[in-house]
C-alpha cells in the first residue's frame, strides 16, 4: 500500500504549457518532501523539495505548492519545455523515503 | 567524484539461479538504500543501511539479503531469483537516514529472471 498517492499517471502538454502533478499522504510523521525527476535510462534526481511549515517553494520554472492541513502537495511546472519530458515523483520522508507511483511528462514542441 | 556506481547495469538469469549487486558510493555518506523500480508502483525501498554495520527491512525486503561491507559499499544478494523479481534496481546513499537529507541515486540495475 503506497503512502504517497500521486497522479496523473501521465500527461502530456504544449510547449510554454503548464504541468501540474499532485500528491496526497496520510502519514503525519513525515516531514521532508521531496521531488525527484527520472529520465529513461537514469536513476532519480532530486529536483525540488519542501518542509511542512512553508506553503509554497519555487526553483526557477518547477514551484512546489504544500496544504498541510489537506495532506496534499502539487508540483508544478511553468513554462514547459521538451527538455521537461521525464517522469516525476513525489515522495515523503519520515525514517525513510516514500515514493509516489511516478507521473510520466511529455512536453509535445 | 563517481557518486553512486553499481554493477552491473544489465543481468539476465533463469530462475532459481543466485546472483549479488554491488552497489559503491564515493561521497562518504552514512546511509545507503536498495530500490526496486516496477511499472505503476514508483520506487519501493527493498533495505536501507542507516550506518556502517546497521541493516533494516524496508517495504519489499522478501527474497533479498543484503550486506554492508564497509561505509563505501552496499551489496544486494538474490540467493533463489524468481520471475517476480524482475525489476530495475536502484542503489542510492544519503547523508543520514532522516532529516530531509538529499538521496543520490545510481543509474540501476536492470534484471530479468527467466
Known amino acids: 500500500q503506497q503512502q504517497v498517492k500521486q497522479s496523473p499517471q501521465s500527461l502530456i502538454v504544449q510547449k510554454g504549457g503548464i504541468s501540474i502533478i499532485n500528491c496526497a499522504y496520510e502519514n503525519t510523521a513525515f516531514d521532508y518532501f521531496p521531488w525527484y525527476q527520472q529520465f529513461p535510462g537514469k536513476g532519480p534526481a532530486l529536483l525540488i523539495a519542501?518542509?511542512?511549515?512553508?506553503s509554497e517553494k519555487k526553483e526557477g520554472r518547477f514551484t512546489i505548492s504544500f496544504n498541510k492541513s489537506a495532506k496534499q502537495f502539487s508540483l508544478h511546472i511553468m513554462d514547459s519545455q521538451p527538455g521537461d519530458s521525464a517522469t516525476y515523483f513525489c515522495?515523503?520522508?519520515?525514517?525513510?523515503?516514500?515514493f509516489g507511483a511516478g507521473t510520466t511528462v511529455t512536453v509535445r514542441a | 567524484n563517481a557518486g553512486v556506481t553499481q554493477t552491473p547495469k544489465f543481468q539476465v538469469l533463469k530462475t532459481g539461479q543466485s546472483m549479488t549487486l554491488q552497489c559503491a558510493q564515493d561521497m562518504n555518506h552514512n546511509s545507503m538504500y536498495w530500490y526496486r523500480q516496477d511499472p505503476g508502483m514508483g520506487l519501493r525501498l527493498i533495505y536501507y543501511?542507516?550506518?556502517?554495520?546497521?541493516?533494516d527491512k524496508g517495504e519489499v525486503p522478501n527474497g533479498y539479503n543484503v550486506s554492508r561491507l564497509n561505509k563505501r559499499e552496499f551489496s544486494l544478494r538474490l540467493e533463489s531469483a524468481a520471475p517476480s523479481q524482475t525489476s530495475v534496481y536502484f542503489c542510492?546513499?544519503?547523508?543520514?537516514?532522516?532529516?530531509?537529507?538529499?538521496?543520490?541515486f545510481g543509474p540501476g540495475t536492470r534484471l530479468t529472471v527467466t
Open positions: 515522495a515523503a520522508i519520515d525514517y525513510k523515503l516514500s
Open positions: 519542501i518542509r511542512p511549515d512553508v
Open positions: 542510492a546513499s544519503s547523508e543520514a537516514a532522516s532529516g530531509g537529507y538529499e538521496q543520490y
Open positions: 543501511s542507516a550506518s556502517e554495520g546497521t541493516t
